[in-house]
């Protein structure tokens, strides 16, 4: 289809684990970690890098089943790492991808995107134990807007309603600019959206 007239929508992506042990297994309420934070991530570039491609997608669901942003019982809620994903990824909505490239890097996913005079970067660095020096070049010289993350310790670290904001988003602050560059180091097992006007 080289004149990209068929559009995919892709149904019901997400991580799909083992139900939490006592819970009814019909119901399918798995625990959600950094790891599918990771997932989320990692799906959310794949499919913004092929915007032109796939006109929609789908997590499976929201609330208590498989990779869900919010977990309840009862009157308690609890915010979890995939939840957090989506509140750093909002920035891209309306946004214009950005094509981009760089040197081949085995634990780093990313995108960008523009949306008048603000450019966001999302980044994924799903190494268990290393952190990631990365630079980006770009055509103009951006001024800071907001940086925000997610990180664990472990990959199966997670909210639940003993400790809600055990992950969380931070604020970060381990980049510089210089000129049209933007050096950072981000952590293993993290996501991380930086905002820039350009």
Known sequence: DPEKRVG??????????????GTNPGFLYQQNTIRDAMVAAITLNIFHKHAERVY?????????VLQSMILTEGEKMVKTPSYYVFELYKK??????????????DTVSYTVSKKEHQLT???C????????????TLDAVPQFQEAN???????DDHNDFD????????????????ENKVNMTVPAMSVTTLTLEV
Do not use: C
Request: charged share 25%; net charge negative.
């Open 163 to 178: 400790q809600t904001e055990r992950i969380r988003l931070l604020a970060f602050t381990n980049y510089e600019i210089k």
């Open 92 to 105: 891209h909505q309306d946004g214009e991808l950005i094509d981009s490239y760089g040197d081949k890097n």
């Open 121 to 123: 970067i999302s980044i």
């Open 56 to 64: 929609m997608a789908n997590i499976a669901q929201t609330v208590n």
């Open 8 to 21: 995919l929508i892709v149904d019901e992506w997400g991580s799909w684990l083992a139900v939490e042990p």
């Open 149 to 155: 993350y997610i990180a664990g310790e472990k990959m």
């Open 125 to 136: 660095n799903y190494s268990l134990t290393s952190s990631e020096d990365l630079t980006f």
